[in-house]
């Protein structure tokens, strides 16, 4: 079993930057892929950008944040989403979550099925 914390969120202003990390724990060398969604209360869990763990990899999937990138240092077993030029519709709970299955059509990977553990997540608030 894959174990995962997420760090780094807090309350920024309105153009600021954030950097949350992932850690994982457990059985790292069953990540595949680890992917960040968000959340918002009352709303689906939504793609944010995934990573192919073993190579680090970024994937180019769907029409997310172009401010933010994705990125992980393999020794540390830690995963970073770098956040910037924030806004307040970017305002959510982040988290991260691995897959241990290779996905042949990457489409899938934006889809929160797709991932077989999840952190505990970290706040995001941006202030207007």
């Known amino acids: 079993q894959v174990h995962l914390a997420e760090s780094g969120g807090g309350t920024v202003p309105a153009g600021g930057s954030l950097r949350l990390s992932c850690t994982a724990s457990?059985?790292?060398?069953?990540?595949?892929?680890l992917g960040w969604f968000r959340q918002v209360l009352g709303k689906e869990r939504e793609f944010v950008s995934a990573?192919?763990?073993?190579?680090?990899?970024?994937y180019s999937l769907g029409s997310g944040p172009g401010r933010f990138t994705i990125s992980r240092d393999y020794p540390k077993n830690t995963a970073y989403l770098q956040m910037d030029n924030l806004k307040p519709e970017d305002t959510a709970i982040y988290y991260c979550a691995s897959d241990k299955e290779y996905r042949p059509v990457k489409t899938v990977l934006m889809s929160a099925t797709a991932y077989d553990e999840w952190g505990q997540g970290t706040q995001v608030t941006v202030s207007s």
């Open positions: 457990g059985r790292t060398d069953n990540i595949v892929t």
């Open positions: 990573i192919r763990w073993i190579d680090g990899f970024a």
